[in-house]
Every structure is written in structure tokens, then in C-alpha cells.
């Protein structure tokens, strides 16, 4: 294969990963596709590639994604293998649930309890650990799914936001009843949820036991 043909295939490679991924592509993706450091340099140089972070890249031809900070960070949290850790929570993920109408002042995320990189000016970390049926996949991010954003957000929002939440989300088919029921009594903010179903059925929170 000629020279020219080898960089055209990387090329048309480079350009499929960072299609899904909001036009991003990491360090790491670009070797195996067959761009070097120096190839990245020149490239850079040539303003063909913008370097954005600490071996993360974007191709400025690509048209930019309606969440690409979320894009951006995923691959910010990035581990040593590659493998974005962090993803969207509580006050974020309300919104993408289209739970609340407030667009949050700052981006919540999960991460692992292990994770060490300081948080982005912007961003909020929280550490725990997320089991898949917490997680729910969208392009190139990830968000905790409804029922663990519910939990969540029980310990960041008023009470008054929260049953709105809670309303929206069982209206919507998005919580079932039965798997919050389930999930509260093993909640650290078990009371807070317990007032905001009250509030969801005008009931008086003392009419059921926390």
C-alpha cells in the first residue's frame, strides 16, 4: 500500500471513532490508527487536528454535538486504558430526563471512588460506585439512568424540585412505583423522599413511616 493510501485509510479511520465520539478522538485511537506524536504535532500545526487536552484531539470539521461538554469530559475521565469514567448525574442527568426545566450552574458527574483527577472548573464530582442497571448509554456520554438520578438528586435539590421530578418521572413511565418503593427505605435520604411523595399525593408526610 502506497504512502498516500496508508494515510487516507487512517485518516478515513480517524474520522469514523471521532464521528461517534462528538468529534473528538484521544491519543491513544490516533496511534492505532496510525498517527504517532509527531504525526499529531504536524497535524496540529496544520490546524488539520485541534488539540483540546492532555492527549485528547478534535477534528475541526466536524460539526460540534448539542452536549459536547459532556463528550468533552467523558473523555476527560478517561482511564489509562482508555475507558471514560465519568458519567452524567444528578442536577445534569435531572435535566437530560428532561426532569427539571433548570439548566444546572455546574456539571455533576460520577466517577469511581479511585478516581484522582481534580475536577474541571465547572464540574462537580461525586465518587461511588454505579452498577450497569444505573447507567443508560447516549452518543459518545453516559448518564445515570432515571431512578438512580432520582435517588441522587434527593440529597442536592429542594424537596419541592424533587417531587416535581418524581411526579414527571412516574407520569412518564420512566420510574416504575414499585422500584421506588423498593429503592427508599435503603437510602441515605430515605426522609426527603418520603416528604416529596407526600407532596407528589398532597399527603401529609408523616403518613408514611421513614
Known amino acids: ?46 490546524d488539520n487536528f485541534e488539540r483540546v487536552g492532555h492527549g485528547l484531539y478534535r477534528l475541526p470539521t466536524l460539526p460540534l454535538s448539542e452536549h459536547d461538554d459532556l463528550i468533552r469530559l467523558s473523555l476527560w475521565s478517561r482511564n489509562r486504558n482508555d475507558e471514560p469514567q465519568a458519567v452524567a448525574s444528578h442536577e445534569t442527568a435531572l435535566f437530560l430526563h428532561e426532569l427539571s426545566d433548570v439548566l444546572p450552574k455546574t456539571t455533576h458527574l460520577t466517577v469511581p471512588p479511585q478516581f484522582r483527577k481534580q475536577a474541571p472548573r465547572g464540574c462537580v464530582l461525586h465518587k461511588t460506585i454505579l452498577t450497569p442497571a444505573d447507567i443508560e448509554e447516549r452518543d459518545a456520554f453516559r448518564v445515570t439512568a432515571p431512578l438512580r438520578t432520582l435517588l441522587d438528586a434527593a440529597g442536592t435539590i429542594s424537596e419541592e424540585e424533587l417531587a ?8 412518564r413511565g420512566l420510574v416504575r412505583r414499585r422500584s421506588l418503593d423498593a429503592a427508599i427505605p435503603k437510602h441515605a435520604q430515605k426522609d426527603r423522599l418520603y416528604r416529596a411523595l407526600a407532596l407528589v399525593h398532597n399527603q401529609s408526610p408523616t403518613s408514611r413511616q421513614s
Open 1 to 46: 500500500m502506497s504512502k498516500y493510501r496508508a494515510t487516507k485509510k487512517a485518516l478515513r479511520t480517524l474520522s469514523q471513532i471521532a464521528g461517534g465520539q462528538g468529534g473528538y478522538f484521544t491519543a491513544k485511537q490516533a496511534r492505532e490508527t496510525g498517527y504517532d506524536y509527531p504525526h499529531l504535532d504536524y497535524h496540529v500545526e496544520a
Open 164 to 171: 416535581k421530578a418524581i411526579s414527571d418521572a412516574l407520569a
